[in-house]
């Protein structure tokens, strides 16, 4: 039987010694991969940091130079600034100062975007440091001050704070608990001193936003409301085109559709804007910008149309997309695609008529929506018959899908106009 030659001792310290410096190698190419990650990740932050400072500069800028919402925002600022400054003095002259704290964080609660945000959230606010500081009294006078009170407060302020009148300041009621039971006792002379401070904050803040009350934009906002129905009305113009068109470009369809998102999100975003300026017109001793009283009403209106004829001109959009991607496109007929691009060109005069700022004419706006209406009647008999659709299967069913979202856009469109057609 033969026996195994002994590895010598030499040979193996070479194997060793080279199996360290593999693992050296490695560690050290990996600790430079690391090295490298760790450096562009860091330029990354950085770049980043700096594309915010110079974001928040360039919109200082603008808020100095014109007015608009980075002005709003400056203004803003400035006021809770003022106001929070001013109650702090105030209440350090006049409050112990282990509550003069209360007074400034109060100012800047009591300034938000508009001024009956800003009264509902103060009386939301004043509600829970009643309520939070009436728990902190009543226990500390009943039970004491123990842990087990402590957590009884925890657990009954939180219950009490949500209840719906306190909004959402339902949490203050367990800070304020926690603040009165902790660093005043539950003494009432204490709490007194508190819901002082709360009070001089509170005059301040709001009293900053009544001397310099906020903006009015409702022309503003009407302007832009008409701005997306004009660039709507020319998109869509653009797909009757494409409809007219023998063969249009796919990719110019499919453009379209990333445009019609583009144009939903500005809608929702404005729609936002335009509630929170009705939100603005309430308690605002300014003079409205607009006499009409249910203008932004009828912008909140128009946007809804605008929005609605967004999601059946994505299906159109589609629709047409998937024809001309199958080769299907050709299974319409001419007239058809003509009668379609026809009726697309006349709901786009409803829509620019629909987003004007001015007054709308009713009987132009009427005029036009009857012609939409007509071209949609005209389109059913272009349809392909049964037997010409032998040869073109799917000629029916690409003319079903359009007529309804066809259908569906001119009926959402009246279905809106009384509260449009009423300025």
């Not at 002005?71 to 350090?92: F, H, I, N, P, Q």
């Amino acid at each position: 039987m033969e026996t195994p030659e002994p590895v010598s001792r030499t040979g193996a310290a070479v194997s060793g010694q080279k199996t360290r410096e593999g693992f050296s190698r490695r560690n050290t190419l990996e600790g430079g991969r690391g090295i490298d990650v760790a450096v562009r990740k860091g330029r990354a932050a950085l770049g980043s940091a700096r594309d915010a400072i110079a974001a928040a500069a360039a919109s200082t800028i603008r808020g100095v130079r014109e007015q608009g919402p980075e002005r709003d925002e400056l203004l803003l600022g400035a006021k809770s600034v003022g106001a929070a400054v001013v109650a702090w003095v105030v209440a350090r002259h006049l409050l112990p100062v282990a509550v003069a704290t209360f007074a400034p964080l109060t100012a800047l609660l009591a300034l938000q975007v508009t001024v009956y945000r800003s009264v509902r959230d103060c009386v939301q606010y004043g509600l829970a440091v009643a309520a939070g500081a009436a728990l902190a009294a009543a226990l500390a006078a009943g039970a004491g001050i123990h842990w087990w009170s402590f957590a009884l407060l925890g657990l009954l302020a939180v219950g009490v704070g949500r209840f719906r009148p306190f909004g959402g300041q339902g949490s203050q009621v367990a800070a304020v608990g926690f603040f009165a039971f902790s660093s005043g006792g539950g003494r009432i002379d204490y709490i007194g001193h508190l819901a002082a401070s709360v009070l001089i904050g509170a005059v301040c803040g709001l009293g900053a936003h009544f001397l310099l009350a906020p903006a009015r934009h409702t022309r503003r906002r009407q302007e832009a409301a008409e701005s997306i129905c004009f660039e709507l009305s020319g998109r869509m113009r653009d797909l009757a085109d494409a409809f007219d068109t023998r063969e249009p470009a796919l990719e110019e369809v499919r453009r379209m559709r990333s445009d019609w998102r583009g144009l939903a999100a500005d809608c929702d975003r404005l729609h936002g804007m335009v509630d929170t300026e009705a939100e603005n017109a309430k308690l605002n001793p300014r003079s409205p910008q607009v006499a009409v009283p249910y203008a932004l009403p009828r912008t909140r209106e128009t946007l809804t149309i605008a929005q609605r004829c967004l999601d059946h001109l994505r299906s159109i959009t589609r629709t047409l997309e998937y024809a001309l991607a199958d080769g299907h496109h050709e299974a319409l007929r001419p007239a058809f695609r003509s009668g379609y691009g026809a009726l697309l060109n006349s709901a786009a005069a409803v829509v620019e008529e629909i987003g004007q700022a001015a007054a709308t004419d009713n009987g132009r706006l009427q005029e036009l929506l009857g012609q939409a209406s007509g071209r949609l009647g005209e389109l059913r008999p272009l349809m392909r018959s049964e037997t010409e659709a032998e040869s073109e299967p799917l000629a029916p069913t690409i003319q079903g899908a359009l007529l309804t979202d066809a259908s569906r856009l001119v009926t959402d469109i009246r279905s809106n106009l009384d509260a449009v057609a009423s300025v």
